[in-house]
């Protein structure tokens, strides 16, 4: 399979119920897609504009200052001491690096690649793009013998699911079993909501407890577009196993695949402030706490949500009704139906709307709920 074989981009049918959306006197509520609408810290913008001398090409393994900015962030915030920089290696962007993991890795026709059964979309374009057999499974014990690469997503997108440490280091045990290269989409890990991950680090799949103190074909990605709103900047970056991150090194090298200079700079000074990422997750908190009862009080069921940017919610009918119903109070959301076979009557709210658009979206669904 190739590129031109790839279906159309899903989001493409969701045009309809948008004009739908847009409407309502008071304008539409875009809950779809998970953009980041507050402004980049000015930690950020200052360290992007005084690195705005970018005459030589930059780095692919990224500056000696990235990477150690990285490795520290690790250890500070997501418990995962004695990395060092042969275990990371910047991207650009993390959907960039999940679409062409299998592709970096040389799979092709006859090896699996297993991913959530609620999935963002790209773990199977992934696979599809070289021609490798996508499969939806949770349950490790349903990963097939031989299976090459697994995608786990915690927190998950649309689902909003946290692996706890027992969960991960029975998925770590399950792909060295089955000889796979397990990575881990970790892209919301600052963004926990209900008990215990409001207040404790959401765990990582290099966590010591679930490695064993070695990485080995273990992989974790992560993105500074939620946590930052760096979007735009294309930042990100994955760590794990030095030998898997040498082996993308060189494969990146040869493909041109390398971080802009000024966006390096700006990730390293995102990745030491702590300061912006806590005043982010209050703004998102503030928005979850106004939609989660307006949500419910229009008919919906919330499912998983302890983390992440999305509630994932259903009300027991077809996932396009539920859009269709929405985008007549003015407010749209995704389908399930972009996100596997498995969920069709569920939709996915984002938070990332502005706080004037969330206060309406709620007083809209609260109105529906009378």
Known sequence: MGVADLAEYPWD??????????????GIVDLSIGSPVDPTPPVVTAALAEAGDAHAYPQTMGTAALRQAIVDWYARRRGVPGLDASHVLPTVGSKELVALLPLLLGLGPGDVVVHPRAAYPTYEVGARLVGATPVAADDPAQWPDG????????????????????????????????????????????????????????????????????????????????????????????AG??????????????LGLMLPAPVQRAMTAALA????????????????????????????????????????????????????????????????HF????????????????????????????????
């Not at 049918?13 to 008071?26: G, L, S």
């Not at 697994?150 to 927190?155: E, F, G, K, T, Y």
């Not at 770590?172 to 881990?184: D, F, I, P, T």
């Open 147 to 238: 299976t090459a690469l697994v995608w786990i997503n915690s927190p998950g997108n649309p689902d909003g699911r946290v692996l706890d440490v027992d969960e991960l280091r029975v998925a770590a045990a399950r792909a060295r079993e089955v000889g796979a290269v397990l990575a881990s989409d970790e892209c919301y890990a600052e963004l926990g909501w209900q008990t215990p991950w409001d207040d404790e680090p959401i765990p990582s799949v290099l966590d010591p407890r679930v490695t064993g103190g070695a990485p080995t074909g273990i992989l974790s990605v992560y993105s500074l577009s939620k946590q930052s709103n760096l979007a735009g900047y294309r930042a990100a970056f994955v």
């Open 13 to 26: 049918a969701v045009a309809p119920y948008a004009e739908r959306a847009r409407a309502h006197p008071d």
């Open 273 to 336: 402030d702590d300061t912006h990422v806590a005043h982010q997750k209050a703004r998102y908190r503030r928005r979850r706490e106004l939609l989660v009862p307006a949500v419910e009080a229009a008919g919906f069921r919330i499912d998983r949500s302890e983390a992440g940017l999305y509630l994932w919610a259903t009300e027991g009918r077809d996932a396009w009704e539920s859009i269709g119903r929405l985008a007549d109070l003015g407010i749209l959301a995704g389908p399930g």
């Open 241 to 254: 196993d030095p030998e898997i991150v040498a082996r993308l090194l060189t494969a990146r090298k040869h």
């Open 339 to 370: 996100y596997g076979d498995f969920h069709p009557d569920h939709i996915r709210f984002s938070l990332t709307a502005s706080d004037d658009r969330i206060a309406a979206g709620a007083e809209r669904l609260n109105a529906a709920g009378v």
